[in-house]
């Protein structure tokens, strides 16, 4: 990570949640219309695993699970 890059994060994080949002949204924004070619493979890929959960292949977990998981590896 460059010193410019760390130094915006440490600004940001001082943000509120909203705020936060706001600056993200708006970086999302700057990088220009998606690719057609991503696009499309993303809506592949989620038609893929809406159909394993419909079918029943596929097992979801609660989601207090995984944030939980998640948040025990940033400790």
Known sequence: MTEAVSQILSEV???SGEERAE???????????PDKQQVEQWEAELARRVEEIQSGRAVGRPAEEVFARLRGRRS
């Not at 600056?23 to 219309?33: D, K, M, W």
């Open 23 to 33: 600056v993200a949204y708006e970086v999302l924004c700057s990088l220009g219309p």
């Open 13 to 15: 994080k001082r943000l």
